[in-house]
């Protein structure tokens, strides 16, 4: 049972282009929205991440728009660069007696040049 | 410096050996995990462990065990290796079960020949 779908498996966009993650999960139980982003032979690291109570946050050129009512929060990358080139993952946090990440399937991203 | 480090980067084996995965953590946290990410990079959660107590025992075949002998290592053992286990194994600790952040180690890739 797929709690959290991610759009788009891959994305391709030029340098200075805006890079946009799509996710949307299901159950309305979820208080913690991360993004983590992960670099080839690397684990996956926080980049940032967003509470309900709050429609967007921004972190430099990262940001986090969040749609309570639609079940979606989304990432975009502005002016990306070829060192944002990696894979991203939302992840929602499940509220119950183990707090446990559930994870989207994750977005290679590649910042062309 | 290293906040989770794993041994060993790398392990090649053969069908139906036992092989070990070791995790440290030096960041004084209260729990740590264990991951598998397949060639499709999804993230699977398998084990988590709070202060060496076992609280997340994701469906996972019992000839995979976790064994952590104070909080800052969890091991992960694996019996009879199969072609499907073949994959790159996260470690990854938390400053305690509720916490939002998770630090990953640098993973291990076992493959199985």
């Known amino acids: 049972q797929q709690q959290v779908k991610q759009s788009p498996q891959s994305l391709i966009v030029q340098k200075g282009g805006i890079s946009i993650i799509n996710c949307a999960y299901e159950?309305?139980?979820?208080?913690?929205f991360p993004w983590y982003q992960q670099f080839p032979g690397k684990g996956p690291a926080l980049l940032i991440a967003?509470?309900?109570d709050v429609s967007e946050k921004k972190e430099g050129r990262f940001t986090i728009s969040f749609n309570k009512s639609a079940k979606q929060f989304s990432l975009h990358i502005m002016d990306s660069q070829p060192g944002d080139s990696a894979t991203y993952f939302c992840a929602v946090l499940k509220m119950d007696s183990n707090y446990q990440l559930i994870w989207g399937a994750g977005t290679k991203l590649i910042i062309k040049p | 410096d290293t906040a989770v480090s794993q041994t060993p980067k790398y392990l090649v084996t053969q069908m139906g050996n036992d092989k070990s995965i070791k995790c440290e953590q030096n960041l004084g946290h209260d729990t740590m995990y264990w991951y598998k990410q397949d060639s499709k990079k999804f993230l699977k959660i398998m084990f988590s462990?709070?202060?060496?107590?076992?609280?997340i025992n994701e469906t996972v075949p019992n000839r995979f065990s976790p064994k952590s002998p104070d909080k800052a290592h969890l091991n992960l053992h694996i019996n009879s290796l199969e072609l499907g286990d073949s994959a790159v194994y996260f470690c990854a600790s938390s400053q305690t079960s509720a916490a939002n952040t998770q630090y990953f180690g640098p993973g291990t890739r076992l493959t199985v020949l």
């Open positions: 967003i509470r309900p």
């Open positions: 462990y709070n202060n060496k107590e076992l609280i």
């Open positions: 159950n309305t139980a979820f208080d913690y």
